[in-house]
T-cell receptor, first 111, second 117 residues
Framework: GQNIDQPTEMTATEGAIVQINCTYQTSGFNGLFWYQQHAGEAPTFLSYNVLDGLEEKGRFSSFLSRSKGYSYLLLKELQMKDSASYLC????????????FGKGTKLSVKP | NAGVTQTPKFRVLKTGQSMTLLCAQDMNHEYMYWYRQDPGMGLRLIHY???????AKGEVPDGYNVSRLKKQNFLLGLESAAPSQTSVYFC????????????????FGPGTRLTVL
């Protein structure tokens, strides 16, 4: 079956670092995406990993271990505007490569 | 570029009524998708299209129909709305996959909030 797990909620302090984990069990794998979604808005693309290792993009980094079925999103120097839900999505190995989304992690950044 | 747009933004229906949600994209994307998002459930794929004139079922297609008569438009229809279809509906689009390592990012529209009474 297809299963993507991530924590439901997290709280962190402004200026700190937070790591949001995602574990997956899917019938195939062809890449992992992280999206950010502010309340009442559309998801927006943050990062993509298809090979093992770390991808860095400014204050955000994403890590992938395919052998462990594990990824994390690292947010540094947290700002209040980072309060949002973070969605982990795996592109399945089928011919159409559709995305399978986790339920999202709601991050609250406190002053 | 407007990106991905959705019409309407909000709608309230009575059980049994029908409606069509319109999605339009100006990025010349081949692939288009309809998702629904419910509290505690995440985004779930309803139907998708890999090109003009083609559609396919996703994870939760029952009660919905779609059409892709033009490359830039993807319509989602509810023939007889039910309270279980109360949700936020997102349309997305992406380029055609170019290979196993291509990051074919999906771009999302702003969503349609539908309530069925």
């Amino acid at each position: 079956g297809q299963n993507i797990d991530q924590p439901t909620e997290m709280t962190a302090t402004e200026g700190a670092i937070v790591q949001i984990n995602c574990t997956y069990q899917t019938s195939g794998f062809n890449g992992l995406f992280w999206y950010q979604q502010h309340a009442g808005e559309a998801p927006t693309f943050l990062s993509y990993n298809v090979l093992d290792g770390l991808e860095e993009k400014g204050r955000f980094s994403s890590f992938l271990s395919r052998s462990k079925g594990y990824s994390y999103l690292l947010l540094k120097e947290l700002q209040m505007k980072d309060s949002a839900s973070y969605l982990c999505a795996v592109r399945d190995g089928g011919s159409q490569g559709n995305l399978i989304f986790g339920k999202g992690t709601k991050l609250s950044v406190k002053p | 570029n407007a990106g991905v747009t959705q019409t309407p933004k909000f709608r309230v229906l009575k059980t049994g009524q029908s409606m069509t949600l319109l999605c339009a994209q100006d990025m010349n994307h081949e692939y288009m998708y309809w998702y629904r998002q419910d509290p505690g459930m995440g985004l779930r794929l309803i139907h998708y299209s890999v090109g003009e004139g083609t559609t396919a079922k996703g994870e939760v297609p029952d009660g919905y129909n779609v059409s892709r008569l033009k490359k830039q438009n993807f319509l989602l229809g509810l023939e007889s709305a039910a309270p279980s279809q109360t949700s936020v509906y997102f349309c997305a689009s992406s380029y055609r996959r170019r290979g196993g390592l291509a990051a074919d990012t999906q771009y999302f529209g702003p969503g349609t909030r539908l309530t069925v009474l």
